[in-house]
C-alpha cells in the first residue's frame, strides 16, 4: 500500500490563481480530511469527509472548497489563492467514517506559497 | 480559536538526556494523542490514551493521561538524535468528534 500520497510536493501561486491539491489513500479509509499548519497553530482542520459523497467544514474553511467522489479521492480546492493560504497542507485518512478514531493517517504533505 | 496550549515551544537538549513535555487545555478531553512529525513529513501517531490517570509507553516514550482530562504529559528517556522532530498532542473532546492539535514541541538533540 502506498498510504495517503499529496502530489503536487512544492507549489507557488500567484494571487488570485486557481489550483486543486490532490489526495489520495489506497487503505479504503472512509473518513478523509485536510488540515493546513502555520508556524505556531499546529494543524487546522479546512474540510472533512466520512464517507464518499459526503463532506463538511472544519475550523477553518473559507476559501476552500472539497469533493468525495470516490472512497479513495478527496481533492482540496483554492478558488482563488491569497497570500494568508500560505501554508502547509496534509491530509489524513481514518479506516472509521462517522465513529471517527484515533488512527489518522497522514500525507507526506504540500507546501504552497502565494505571492 | 486554540483550544490545546503546548509547552515548551521548543527545547535543546544533549543525547541521552530525559525530556518532559505537557499539553494543557481549558476545557475537559475524553482522548488525547501524541504526534511526531520529523522534518519535511507529516504527523505519525505515538502514543493514543483513553482514559484519565492512563500511562502508556511505546519504547522510550511514556504519555499519561492527566486526571482532570484537561492535560497529557509526553516523555522521552535517553534521547538520541532521531528523536528531533516535532511533537504535537491532540485531544478529542467527545467520541466522533474532529480531534484538535496542539501548536507543538520542537525538540532538538545536541550529540
Known amino acids: 500500500n502506498a498510504g495517503v500520497t499529496q502530489t503536487p510536493k512544492f507549489q507557488v501561486l500567484k494571487t488570485g490563481q486557481s489550483m486543486t491539491l490532490q489526495c489520495a489513500q489506497d487503505m479504503n479509509h472512509e473518513y478523509m480530511s485536510w488540515y493546513r499548519q502555520d508556524p505556531g497553530m499546529g494543524l487546522r482542520l479546512i474540510h472533512y469527509?466520512?464517507?464518499?459523497?459526503?463532506?463538511d467544514q472544519g475550523e477553518v474553511p473559507n476559501g476552500y472548497n472539497v469533493s468525495r467522489s470516490t472512497t479513495e479521492d478527496f481533492p482540496l480546492r483554492l478558488l482563488s489563492a491569497a497570500p494568508s493560504q500560505t501554508s502547509v497542507y496534509f491530509c489524513?485518512?481514518?479506516?472509521?467514517?462517522?465513529?471517527?478514531?484515533?488512527?489518522?493517517?497522514f500525507g507526506p504533505g504540500t507546501r504552497l506559497t502565494v505571492t | 480559536g486554540q483550544q490545546l496550549n503546548q509547552s515548551p515551544q521548543s527545547m535543546f537538549i544533549q543525547e541521552g538526556e530525559d525530556v518532559s513535555m505537557n499539553c494543557t487545555s481549558s476545557?475537559?478531553?475524553?482522548?488525547w494523542l501524541w504526534y511526531k512529525q520529523d522534518p519535511g513529513e507529516g504527523p505519525v501517531l505515538l502514543i493514543a490514551l483513553y482514559k484519565a490517570g492512563e500511562l502508556t509507553s511505546n519504547g522510550r516514550l511514556t504519555a499519561q493521561f492527566g486526571i482532570t482530562r484537561k492535560d497529557s504529559f509526553l516523555n522521552i528517556s535517553a534521547s538520541i538524535p532521531s528523536d528531533v522532530g516535532i511533537y504535537f498532542c491532540?485531544?478529542?473532546?467527545?467520541?466522533?468528534?474532529?480531534?484538535?492539535f496542539g501548536p507543538g514541541t520542537r525538540l532538538s538533540v545536541l550529540p
Open positions: 489524513a485518512s481514518s479506516p472509521d467514517g462517522v465513529a471517527l478514531s484515533y488512527e489518522q493517517y
Open positions: 491532540a485531544g478529542q473532546k467527545n467520541y466522533g468528534q474532529n480531534f484538535v
Open positions: 469527509s466520512v464517507g464518499a459523497g459526503i463532506t
Open positions: 476545557s475537559i478531553f475524553n482522548t
